[in-house]
């Protein structure tokens, strides 16, 4: 399955107390849960502004869903198509 990156805007995301965030990721959860396993959320980095999720799934429409039936923003979705780190340069 293709890998995405969700940008979302949540003002403030960075100042989310770890019981927030709980929260946002049980709902999370729940909805994956209930769309079946043609997608999977891999993890979240919160921002002071944004969280920025990656996602596996088989269309970009699951994410939007997903991210419909939860109540979370989005801004944009990308394919993720690679990935490096500093020992691709060595």
């Not at 979302?8 to 960075?14: D, L, V």
């Not at 770890?18 to 979240?44: F, T, Y």
């Not at 419909?68 to 979705?77: A, M, N």
């Amino acid at each position: 399955m293709p890998k995405f990156i969700v940008e979302r805007t949540i003002p403030g995301a960075g100042e989310l107390s770890q019981e927030d965030l709980h929260q946002i990721a049980k709902k999370s959860n729940q909805v994956l849960k209930d769309l079946g396993p043609d997608i999977q959320w891999i993890q979240s980095y919160v921002a002071d502004d944004k969280l920025y999720c990656v996602y596996r799934a088989k269309t970009e429409d699951q994410i939007r869903e997903h991210a419909q039936k939860g109540g979370f923003p989005v801004d944009r979705i990308q394919v993720i198509r690679d990935m490096i780190d500093p020992t691709t340069g060595e």
